[in-house]
């Protein structure tokens, strides 16, 4: 029977950690748990006060906004080797968006506790971290602005 991957493994298939050593990649695992959602279960709700980034090792998650009129709509639906959940891990302001498995779905998830932990004891490592959160949600804002300026016009 073959052996499950490990998590270090499963995190070294993301597209975050392209920019990490196998040595650091290793040293990041160790903080992260799995977490497994089912179709339709809900990963998290908007306004929850959860502070934690997720990886999408297998499956895809769909990004949902509530209205005014209360419903709900599709931001974005993230497949595998991408993340989310970089905005609470960073600002510790409650979730500006609701996450939903949209099918099964496997993640790792780094909880902005552990990831003080990891400054705390490896700073350099923990400043490399900020800066590809950083970086991804630069990216993400200038999508953002682009979709923006084409509804306008």
Known sequence: ??????????????????NFTRQEIELIASYMSVHAYEPGELIFREGDREHYMAFIVEGCVDILKETSDRTERLLVSLSRSTHFGEMAFVDDEPRSASATARDKTTLLVLSRDNFDCILANQPALGIKMLRNVAKMISQRLRMTTGKLVYFRS
């Open 1 to 18: 029977m073959p052996t499950p991957p490990s998590i270090a493994d499963m995190f070294d298939e993301t597209k975050w950690s392209v």
